[in-house]
């Protein structure tokens, strides 16, 4: 069976510091991958999604990007945090073929 | 207009109770509709998928969709304290190819007291 990790689960960093957030996806192969990022009152936000290795569609101009090295794994980074990046991160997986998104556990992120 | 539209609640009912949740929606290309949960601090569940109009039942959850007045809702029959989440809809149009993307609802937090 699929399988999605997402790590760390919390996470607390200063202003103006780097951002690394990693997923991988097991029991699958060339999956369709997203990061969304969900704010208190504001639902769900689709950051990024890459329907494989080294391609990757911005849904949303910020302050952060993403990276797809190998085919389960993607990544989410910041060079400089700001207040504003603040938010509960979700990473999913779709097998292309339908319109069923799996997510993973999320990261707690706060920026002080 | 919003594409979704939620009524975020908070929904308080005891336990036992039927739970309609609802969500409207704009567009009508929309054709798949699902229904996620989610936890507190947790990523979202898929509970119910479904296609175009009419219903469907899994165990104490019916999903219906009627495409003509553009709303879709979700039922919980004898509902249990460990149905408390949020609730939270979505819904797309096959934008062709190999990728799919979902439009979500901003969710309604339920609570089943015991």
């Known amino acids: 069976s699929q399988t999605i990790h997402q790590w760390p689960a919390t996470l607390v960093q200063p202003v103006g510091s780097p951002l690394s957030l990693e997923c991988t996806v097991e029991g699958t192969s060339n999956p369709n991958l997203y990061w969304y990022r969900q704010a208190a009152g504001r639902g769900l936000q689709l950051l990024f999604y890459s329907v494989g290795i080294g391609q990757i569609s911005s849904e949303v101009p910020q302050n952060l990007s993403a990276s797809r090295p190998q085919d389960r794994q993607f990544i989410l980074s910041s060079k400089k945090l700001l207040l504003s990046d603040s938010g509960f991160y979700l990473c999913?997986?779709?097998?292309?073929?339908?319109?069923?998104?799996?997510f993973g556990s999320g990261t707690q992120l706060s920026v002080l | 207009q919003k594409e979704v539209e939620q009524d975020p609640g908070p929904l308080s009912v005891p336990e036992g109770a039927i739970v309609s949740l609802n969500c409207t929606y704009s567009?009508?290309?929309?054709?798949?509709f699902m229904w996620y949960r989610q936890y507190s601090r947790k990523g979202p569940e898929l509970l119910m998928y479904?296609?175009?109009?009419g219903n469907k039942e899994d165990g104490r959850f019916t999903a219906q969709v009627d495409k003509s007045s553009k709303y879709i809702s979700l039922f919980i029959r004898d509902s249990q304290p460990s149905d408390s989440a949020t609730y939270l809809c979505?819904?797309?149009?096959?934008?062709?190819?190999?990728?799919?993307?979902?439009?979500f609802g901003k969710g309604t937090l339920l609570t089943v007291n015991p």
């Open positions: 567009n009508s290309a929309f054709q798949y």
């Open positions: 479904t296609y175009s109009s």
């Open positions: 979505a819904m797309s149009q096959n934008s062709g190819g190999s990728n799919y993307k979902l439009t």
């Open positions: 999913a997986w779709s097998d292309g073929q339908s319109e069923k998104l799996f």
